[in-house]
């Protein structure tokens, strides 16, 4: 399965995530913000992050999600960084994507207090567990 991870991040925590996502499975990384070369054809497997923002995903993300072309049945994980609460916004993201014909199999999602404690190693489980299926 060709994967690639594509992300927003503002001061860092989701980036961080994303690397290690994407260290993992050996795949090519996006920034949101500037996703040169991304063509969404290339992959089997789009894995998408967003930091809470006011409750929601990254406004970037949401207009990305919007703009991407059909995904007829095509793979989604989403996940995200956030500091208190992650509320809907992977539900929100899930149903962007739905609506789109993605298809989300994985929710991952990392409250990072403090950047350089983060321990994204039982993402990492879930995701292999989930990509061994
Ligand atoms: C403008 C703004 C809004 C935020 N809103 C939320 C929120 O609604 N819920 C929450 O848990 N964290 C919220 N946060 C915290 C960030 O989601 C959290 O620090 C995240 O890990 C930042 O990711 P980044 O370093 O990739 O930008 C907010 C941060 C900012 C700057």
Do not use: W
Not at 50 to 69: C, H
């Amino acid at each position: 399965m060709k994967a690639c991870v594509l992300y927003i991040s503002r001061t860092g925590n989701t980036k961080l995530m994303a690397e290690t996502i994407a260290g993992h499975l050996n795949a090519p990384i996006f920034d949101i913000a500037k996703p040169e070369g991304f063509v969404s054809g290339d992959f089997d497997l789009l894995v998408v992050g967003t930091p809470l923002m006011g409750g929601r995903p990254a406004p970037e993300v949401s207009a990305f999600l919007q703009n991407l072309p059909e995904g007829a049945g095509k793979k989604t994980i989403v996940f995200c960084t956030y500091a208190i609460t992650k509320a809907g916004a992977l539900k929100n993201m899930q149903s962007e994507l739905a609506k789109k014909g993605y298809v989300t199999v994985l929710e991952l999602s990392k409250r990072v207090l403090r950047q350089s404690k983060a321990d994204f190693s039982d993402c990492l489980v879930e995701l292999s567990k989930i990509l061994k299926e």
